[in-house]
């Protein structure tokens, strides 16, 4: 039961982190229409970042925040530099954008910072909690905090600000949204920018246990996209809910039977999912009028 227990705490850890990225896919999607693969490099840039101004002498959680706020600048520069001059391009071409920009992005990482990998110390030590006979660390609890406390911001941003409507409203119908007066350019730039703001958190809480460099962004993006597309993309809750699922498939597979398995596990199992249903599991269906 403790081993079972184990897997459980791993998995919804690193789960966590994942529900961030899926969220910061689903916020420009939603926004913008945009699939942004550039979304990992905004989880490495944070980590980076932090780690640089940590070690230049900035007490930790001022170079943490100077990261997150560095990261947010560069998700506004990718839309105002590559997104926005290529409104009306096609999808592919948008996407086609956003890998050539995380492909920028991770080149101009390597030359700023370094190829090695870095860490910084732990918000609260690292010495595990035991419970029910397996163990979290402190680090582990900060992560799954954090990403409860962004769902939780995110659904009262936009559920009582008028902003967070103004973006929601964007997102349904750009056309309607600029007949009543909002200026649609500016909500993108906004959901660009916290999208960013929210990939450079997760890198600054995972920093910490699973080390970072400039290409770990890579990986990161592509387990966050299958929470985006198993929860359901379009779905904040859907992104909570499929990286909570990616996290504990891996975490499942690579404790029961070979951690050689565990990437190719959960990417099965999605795609198991989307075959019964392809909106993912809290996507919405839509129902084109002839």
Not at 31 to 47: D, K, R
Not at 85 to 90: H, Y
Not at 207 to 232: E, M, N, R
Not at 267 to 281: E, W
Request: aromatic letters at 10%; hydrophobic letters at 55%.
């Amino acid at each position: 039961m403790s081993e079972l227990l184990q897997f459980f705490f791993s998995g919804i850890t690193v789960g966590a982190i994942y529900s961030l990225v899926a969220l910061g896919f689903i916020i420009i999607y939603n926004s913008s229409g945009v699939v942004n693969f550039a979304q990992g490099e905004f989880v490495m840039l944070g980590g980076m970042s932090t780690v640089f101004l940590f070690n230049a002498g900035v007490p930790l959680a001022i170079a943490a925040v100077a990261a997150i706020l560095i990261t947010c600048l560069v998700g506004i520069a990718l839309n105002k530099l590559a997104i926005e001059p290529a409104k009306g391009a096609s999808v592919v071409t948008l996407i086609i954008i956003t890998i050539g920009a995380s492909i920028f992005i991770r080149g101009m990482a390597q030359l700023v910072f370094d190829k090695q990998f870095h860490r910084f110390p732990s918000f609260s030590g690292d010495d595990p909690f035991l419970i029910g006979g397996a163990t979290i660390l402190p680090q582990g609890v900060w992560m799954i905090a954090g990403a409860i406390a962004v769902f939780i911001g995110l659904f009262v941003f936009f559920t009582y600000s008028l902003t967070g409507k103004a973006v929601l409203a964007t997102s349904n119908n750009k056309l309607a949204a600029r007949l009543v007066g909002i200026s649609t350019n500016m909500m993108m730039t906004l959901s660009f920018g916290l999208s960013a703001a929210i990939g450079a958190l997760a890198g600054v809480l995972v920093t910490p246990i699973t080390l970072t460099s400039y290409d770990v962004g890579i990986a990161l993006a592509l387990k966050g996209f299958a929470a985006a597309i198993l929860g359901g993309m379009g779905s904040p809750f859907g992104a909570l809910v499929g990286g909570i699922l990616v996290g504990l498939i891996e975490a499942m597979t690579a404790g029961y039977i070979s951690s050689e398995y565990k990437d190719a596990a959960s990417f099965i199992v999605i795609l198991a999912v989307l075959f019964v249903m392809p909106n993912g599991i809290f996507g919405r269906s839509t129902i084109d009028r002839v």
